[in-house]
């Protein structure tokens, strides 16, 4: 019977699917706490981490592009010598980026090293107060709750019919 029309074909094609949502579910339920455990030990080391591969592949994509401007500036071809210059502006750009964190990095220790700590203290307190991940969830239910109610008043509104100002009357097109 449900799959007479469109909308119970899909409600059994949720059915149907139903161990892979729950095994999505609890997939993302399992990731998500060793995602809170892993930064909770390692918060401050994956920051540090992360700041220096970004520095180093900056300093790595300045130096590919520059040599790749030197191995294709000698080249009499209009393409090539394109090319060229291409890096030439990249290496620029990416060099001045390297220079620009650099300084940053240099000049602003101090507050990144507080705001590193304080990304491991939230680490910390999430784990350690694991309720405070059910407060997405509660929201998310809210969330759905307010959108079926608002859909359920605009089916209503929306079966109500044409609404003539003149006489004040409804008239339903579908009777």
């Known amino acids: 019977m449900l799959e007479s029309n469109k909308a119970g074909k899909q409600v059994m094609d949720l059915y149907k699917s139903s161990r892979a949502i729950y095994t999505s579910i609890a997939t993302a339920i399992i990731l ?9 030990y390692f918060a401050e080391q994956i920051a540090w981490t ?8 900056l300093f790595i994509g300045t130096g590919a592009c520059i040599f790749e401007y030197i191995d294709k500036h000698g080249s009499s071809e209009k393409l090539v010598q394109e090319a060229a210059n291409g890096f030439l502006v990249g290496g620029i750009v990416l060099g001045l980026a390297t220079i620009i964190m650099l300084i940053m990095l240099i000049c602003g220790f101090n507050q990144l090293k507080i705001a ?20 997405p969830v509660i929201y998310f239910i809210f969330q759905v709750t307010s959108v079926l109610v608002f859909m359920f008043a605009f ?6 019919g044409d609404i003539n100002a003149k006489d004040s009357t409804l008239t339903n097109p579908y009777h």
């Open 50 to 57: 992360i700041i220096g591969i970004t520095q180093i592949s």
């Open 32 to 40: 998500c706490f060793a995602y809170i455990y892993l930064m909770s």
């Open 155 to 160: 089916v209503c509104v929306w079966s109500i």
């Open 116 to 135: 590193i700590d304080v990304v491991d203290a939230s680490a910390d307190f999430v784990r350690k107060t694991k309720r405070v991940i059910i407060v």
